[in-house]
């Protein structure tokens, strides 16, 4: 007689959690590898510009972790596109869980993974006033440099990958549940858009997540991650695969 | 265990790969699913399964509905050819992966059966053969032991041995450890010993649900000269009847329970015993079989 297994939700989460950190290392890889790419970036600088009068010559090289930030939200809008779509459901299903145990794995996954990239966006930043200290060139400190600004730095760097991530997750969700409704969706924003005007709907998303100070920043941001992740559990309780 | 079909119908499209199945299978017992392409076998285990919904009627599992069910999802395993696993993950790490998920899988059997069929666990689940890799899905079914195992269409890409050697591997942990295993296939060769159920499906319907041996009981194949083959024939019901050599013939035909065939062996024909596999290919066959597709369509040329 076979025994019956009762399974915690708890425990399904974490397993997703853990199988994610695992079996998807290309997600974690992919992370390092542009900010490894964002690093270097910095390193050598940017954004310069050199003039000269005859005797004397100014080049200007403003180095600055610009890059790692612009990498770290560009890895926040395509990695959740791979993790919410049809093969990663394929795999998922040949483990034991639910849509939402999934649903809900994959979200805690993205955010911590969230976290360590904006620390280490946070820490680039830190370090990359060094970076113009090692070639032995005259250096002019930018302004801020204090914890409070670092911390700032991290809570709001936090909030919009996490928004990205949580509104690009949402997307592959709805892409890969039904394509009709995804257009759909699409095309009702873009309807919006113009009825609104860009700039009105930008000010009023900037109003409320982009206003204020870092924490509430922070805040905002979450709540509306929470929101898209809960769309994408609610879109995806109906998803299909096919073998 | 208990699998519940009740008007089941589900719908790609335009095209019913189920039509109102309803079908109830109970008891830890070994059953096959069988039926031609297209018939539905896929789909019902993947309804029973939870990776499809109906889109009309109900399922029932464990008291569940299985689509979104934990319950259902943590005490059944589907093994077919297009089960995905952790593509970073070599298939010792699956090994590992599946040991937390199903608290009954047997990692040392896993191993011992990997090791025996030269499956290298320092492979990559996407490196190995089409054989292989359903030799490695087959192992991870059979090492899981959840109280419903599915396998469909199991040995395909398979070699003679490692087949054999799988299905006596299946029947030895059934006897250990009894569940529900669920075999779907057409090509049964090795298989059909194991049922003690068999599921017929056509079309998408439920043509035929009981005991494996009183089913096989049921047919009989006649062969012999052609013209005494026909006479006799005409006596019971004919599934297929076509020539072998010029002027013999042979026939397969369905015996109601409880009739009594008397064949007249000085006439020169002979009776033997049908295998499943031909007896469900002869029920399901359209009338004429192949033989007048191609005489139809070469008429007159």
């Given at each position: 007689?076979?025994?019956?297994?009762?399974?915690?939700?708890?425990?399904?989460?974490?397993?997703?959690?853990?199988?994610?950190?695992?079996?998807?290392?290309?997600i974690?890889?992919?992370?390092?590898?542009?900010?490894?790419?964002?690093?270097?970036?910095?390193?050598?600088?940017?954004?310069?510009?050199?003039?000269?009068?005859?005797?004397?010559?100014?080049?200007?090289?403003?180095?600055?972790?610009?890059?790692?930030?612009?990498?770290?939200?560009?890895?926040?809008?395509?990695?959740?596109?791979?993790?919410?779509?049809?093969?990663?459901?394929?795999?998922?299903?040949?483990?034991?869980?639910s849509?939402?145990?999934?649903?809900?794995?994959?979200?805690?996954?993205?955010?911590?993974?969230?976290?360590?990239?904006?620390?280490?966006?946070?820490l680039?930043?830190?370090?990359?006033?060094?970076?113009?200290?090692?070639?032995?060139?005259?250096?002019?400190?930018?302004?801020?440099?204090?914890?409070?600004?670092?911390?700032?730095?991290?809570?709001?760097?936090t909030?919009?990958?996490?928004?990205?991530?949580?509104?690009?997750?949402?997307?592959?969700?709805?892409?890969?549940?039904?394509?009709?409704?995804?257009?759909?969706?699409?095309?009702l924003?873009?309807?919006?858009?113009?009825?609104?005007?860009?700039?009105?709907?930008?000010?009023?998303?900037?109003?409320?997540?982009?206003?204020?100070?870092?924490?509430?920043?922070?805040?905002?941001?979450?709540?509306?991650?929470?929101?898209?992740?809960?769309?994408?559990?609610?879109?995806?309780?109906?998803?299909?695969?096919?073998? | 265990m208990?699998?519940?079909?009740?008007?089941?119908?589900?719908?790609?499209?335009r095209?019913?790969?189920?039509?109102?199945?309803t079908?109830?299978l109970?008891?830890?017992?070994?059953?096959?699913?069988?039926?031609r392409?297209?018939?539905?076998?896929?789909?019902?285990?993947?309804?029973?399964?939870?990776?499809?919904?109906?889109?009309?009627?109900?399922?029932?599992?464990?008291?569940?509905?299985?689509?979104?069910?934990?319950?259902?999802?943590?005490?059944?395993?589907?093994?077919?050819?297009?089960?995905?696993?952790?593509?970073?993950?070599?298939?010792?790490?699956?090994?590992?992966?599946?040991?937390?998920?199903?608290?009954?899988?047997?990692?040392?059997?896993?191993?011992?059966?990997?090791?025996?069929?030269?499956?290298?666990?320092?492979?990559?689940?996407?490196?190995?053969?089409?054989?292989?890799?359903?030799?490695?899905?087959?192992?991870?079914?059979?090492?899981?032991?959840?109280?419903?195992?599915?396998?469909?269409?199991?040995?395909?890409?398979?070699?003679?041995?490692?087949?054999?050697?799988?299905?006596k591997?299946?029947?030895?942990?059934?006897?250990?450890?009894?569940?529900?295993?669920l075999?779907?296939?057409?090509?049964?060769?090795?298989?059909?010993?194991?049922?003690?159920?068999?599921?017929?499906?056509?079309?998408?319907?439920?043509?035929?649900?009981?005991?494996?041996?009183?089913?096989?009981?049921?047919?009989?194949?006649?062969?012999?000269?052609?013209?005494?083959?026909?006479?006799?024939?005409?006596?019971?019901?004919?599934?297929?009847?076509?020539?072998?050599?010029?002027?013999?013939?042979?026939?397969?035909?369905?015996?109601?329970?409880?009739?009594?065939?008397?064949?007249n062996?000085?006439?020169?024909?002979?009776?033997?015993?049908?295998?499943?596999?031909?007896?469900?290919v002869?029920?399901?066959?359209?009338?004429?079989?192949?033989?007048?597709?191609?005489?139809?369509?070469?008429?007159?040329?």
């Open positions: 007689m076979s025994t019956l297994t009762q399974p915690t939700a708890g425990n399904a989460v974490r397993n997703q959690f853990l199988r994610n950190l695992y079996g998807r290392s290309g974690l890889g992919s992370l390092l590898a542009l900010q490894v790419i964002g690093i270097t970036l910095s390193f050598f600088g940017g954004s310069g510009f050199g003039t000269s009068d005859g005797q004397i010559t100014i080049n200007v090289v403003d180095y600055s972790a610009n890059p790692v930030i612009g990498l770290t939200l560009l890895w926040a809008i395509i990695s959740p596109l791979y993790l919410s779509g049809r093969d990663s459901l394929k795999t998922d299903l040949t483990f034991p869980g849509r939402t145990t999934r649903h809900t794995g994959n979200a805690l996954y993205l955010t911590a993974l969230v976290l360590a990239g904006s620390l280490v966006a946070t680039a930043n830190m370090t990359s006033i060094l970076f113009a200290v090692i070639p032995d060139h005259p250096l002019i400190l930018p302004a801020g440099g204090s914890t409070s600004h670092y911390v700032s730095l991290f809570a709001v760097l909030g919009y990958c996490l928004l990205l991530a949580a509104a690009s997750y949402f997307a592959g969700t709805l892409f890969s549940v039904s394509r009709i409704a995804a257009f759909a969706l699409l095309a924003v873009l309807v919006f858009l113009r009825v609104t005007a860009v700039n009105e709907l930008v000010a009023a998303i900037a109003r409320f997540s982009g206003d204020g100070p870092a924490s509430m920043i922070l805040l905002r941001c979450f709540l509306l991650s929470a929101f898209f992740f809960l769309a994408a559990i609610v879109a995806g309780s109906r998803q299909e695969v096919r073998a | 208990e699998v519940d079909f009740r008007n089941v119908t589900k719908k790609y499209g095209t019913e790969a189920l039509r109102e199945l079908l109830n109970a008891g830890d017992k070994i059953i096959g699913i069988l039926g392409n297209g018939a539905g076998k896929s789909s019902a285990l993947q309804i029973a399964a939870g990776h499809l919904k109906p889109s009309a009627g109900d399922v029932s599992m464990l008291g569940e509905n299985p689509f979104n069910s934990l319950l259902v999802s943590a005490n059944t395993i589907l093994v077919h050819e297009g089960m995905a696993f952790p593509p970073a993950l070599r298939l010792r790490a699956i090994l590992a992966e599946l040991e937390r998920a199903y608290p009954a899988f047997d990692k040392k059997l896993a191993k011992s059966l990997l090791d025996h069929f030269g499956i290298p666990d320092h492979a990559f689940h996407i490196q190995l053969s089409k054989g292989m890799k359903n030799t490695f899905n087959m192992v991870a079914g059979i090492a899981a032991r959840t109280p419903l195992t599915m396998f469909d269409e199991p040995l395909n890409g398979m070699d003679a041995g490692v087949r054999s050697d799988l299905l591997v299946l029947l030895k942990e059934y006897i250990a450890h009894p569940r529900m295993i075999l779907s296939g057409h090509q049964l060769e090795g298989m059909e010993e194991l049922f003690e159920e068999v599921v017929i499906l056509h079309h998408g319907r439920l043509l035929h649900h009981g005991n494996a041996d009183e089913f096989k009981e049921g047919f009989v194949r006649i062969s012999g000269p052609e013209s005494e083959v026909r006479r006799a024939a005409s006596e019971v019901q004919v599934l297929e009847l076509h020539e072998t050599l010029p002027g013999m013939a042979e026939a397969i035909i369905m015996v109601r329970p409880g009739t009594t065939l008397f064949m062996e000085g006439l020169g024909l002979k009776s033997t015993s049908v295998s499943l596999g031909d007896a469900y002869a029920m399901t066959r359209k009338k004429g079989g192949i033989d007048r597709v191609y005489a139809d369509a070469t008429d007159g040329r």
